[in-house]
């Protein structure tokens, strides 16, 4: 490991990440246009999910609880399979920028899912991404391309995984509080073409 990238991965675990001003901002705007939508009464397949999350010990307890507390008001044993490393969904797509070139981390993670799909049929998989997140302050990825990263990687789960529902997610720590949201691919697709310009001019 260079001691530039050992000090950039220290000064973040050091320093207790925050959203980015313009993060903020497009958060807002992202859930004023329903890109993403609040879950109070979303139900879960009872059969399970593949839950496909950061590891980031201070967020998963959130996110997993979440979880747990769907199936819990819908009258079901919670039944999720996590598969959890730095970044979450971001690892699903082979050209993302937290994966490291030559790396097979993308290949070994969608075959790790289709796996849990079959020993457990389980139909139904939950990518999340998170902000602030660790792996995409180094990674240099903003929230808006976590968000396009994350429907890219439903895209490859849904040509893998035939048959398979594919539902996204993010949670936001605020700092005073945490929230998860759905991510819908529809709305995000055209919150870009009405918003992104705008947004980037008004913080230019």
């Known amino acids: 490991m260079s001691q530039v ?3 950039k991965i220290k000064e973040v675990l050091m320093n207790k990440l925050e959203l980015p001003p313009f993060d903020r901002l497009v958060i807002r ?5 329903e890109a993403l939508v609040n879950l109070d009464g979303h139900r879960l397949d009872p059969q399970g999910i593949v839950l496909i999350t950061c590891a980031d010990c201070d967020e998963f307890s ?3 609880g979440h979880k747990a507390e769907l199936f819990q008001s819908n009258g079901h044993a919670p039944r999720i399979h996590p598969l959890s490393r730095n970044g979450g969904a971001l690892m699903l797509v082979p050209q993302s920028p937290a994966i ?28 999340y991404i998170h902000a602030p997140c660790g ?3 180094v990674s240099k990825i903003n929230f808006i391309s976590q968000m396009t990263l994350l429907f890219q990687g439903k895209q490859l789960l849904k040509n ?12 936001i720590d605020y700092g005073n509080s945490k929230r998860t949201y759905f991510a ?11 918003c992104q310009k705008e947004l980037e001019a008004a913080t230019a």
């Open 5 to 7: 990238f050992e000090f």
């Open 29 to 33: 705007s992202m859930r004023e246009h």
């Open 62 to 64: 959130d996110i997993y």
């Open 100 to 127: 490291k070139r030559g790396r097979s981390t993308a290949t070994d993670l969608l075959e790790e899912i289709q796996e849990a799909c079959a020993w457990k049929k389980i139909r139904t998989v939950t990518p």
């Open 135 to 137: 792996k995409a302050v």
């Open 160 to 171: 893998r995984l035939p048959g398979i529902s594919v539902a996204c997610f993010c949670q």
């Open 184 to 194: 819908s691919r529809e709305k995000y697709s055209s919150w870009l073409v009405e």
